[in-house]
């Protein structure tokens, strides 16, 4: 995970986010890519004759407000010891993300934000999203891994490797409800080879998956929960709920590693 890719918004978490990204950076010998995005779509009006305007006085007290947690941003990384540079964009801001990350190993974001499902389903990166108030400690003390033995969860536990790593303590927890999909075995035995001991916990379903999951994550107290996102459909999760859609509206809890 050398190159991370930080969500500057607006956000009063920028600060969680720009303090983990340093420290995965820092861990590593890594580069931290701070994005910061006015998407101009948001500054365009209709009028009743169907014709387009910008609102110009709104946009550019937008620009000149990015302009400045730009500067802050800067003046703040520069202070540090992890290279680092500053990018813009105009775009919408999962497509804005989506798109620097194409390169990138890692995206930081704040959960609260609202966009780490949909981001996870736009990127083939890593999403990192972190509880506000609670930056992620490196190395993380305590990690769990939801395996159901999907692809996402598989593309999930080798993206999280890095991490486990380094992790006090790494459980791999399973909930028994549908056949099929790599063993856990195999997962503990693709684990064993990156030199990462993982303790298998199987777990009898109470309620849901997700409720199931959450007691065990919070038993274990743990800083970091590794998922794979959506592996059933989105449209069946909003529907019906689901582990990534539970995960994601949660406020508290641990941070989430999600990949698709």
Not at 181 to 187: D, L, M, N, R, Y
């Amino acid at each position: 995970m050398r190159s991370i890719l930080v969500n500057a918004d607006n956000h009063p978490e920028l600060d969680t986010r720009i303090d983990t990204a340093l420290a995965l950076a820092r861990s590593v010998g890594g580069h931290v890519t701070v994005l910061i995005d006015t998407p101009i779509s948001r500054y365009i009006a209709m009028d009743p004759m169907g014709g387009s305007y910008v609102v110009s006085e709104a946009l550019e007290q937008a620009c000149a407000e990015d302009d400045a947690r730009a500067a802050e941003v800067e003046a703040r990384l520069a202070r540090d010891d992890v290279p680092f540079d500053v990018i813009r964009s105009e775009a919408e801001p999962v497509e804005a993300l989506a798109r620097a990350a194409r390169l990138a190993d890692l995206v930081v974001i704040s959960r609260s934000s609202g966009i780490a499902g949909e981001l996870a389903l736009s990127t083939r990166t890593p999403v990192l999203a972190l509880t506000d108030g609670k930056p992620l400690a490196v190395p993380p003390r305590s990690v769990c891994i939801g395996w159901d033995g999907g692809d996402e969860s598989a593309l999930a536990l080798r993206s999280a490797v890095p991490l486990l790593a380094s992790a006090s303590a790494v459980r791999l927890l399973t909930v028994a409800e549908k056949a099929g999909g790599f063993p856990a075995t195999e997962a503990l035995r693709y684990l064993s080879r990156h030199g990462i001991h993982a303790e298998l916990e199987e777990l009898q379903r109470r309620g849901s998956t997700e409720e199931t999951l959450a007691v065990a994550v919070t038993r274990h107290d743990a800083d970091l929960l590794v998922m794979g996102a959506y592996g059933k459909s989105r449209v069946r999760e909003f529907l019906f709920g689901g582990v990534t859609a539970y995960f994601t509206a949660e406020k508290g809890g641990p941070a989430l590693l999600l990949a698709h």
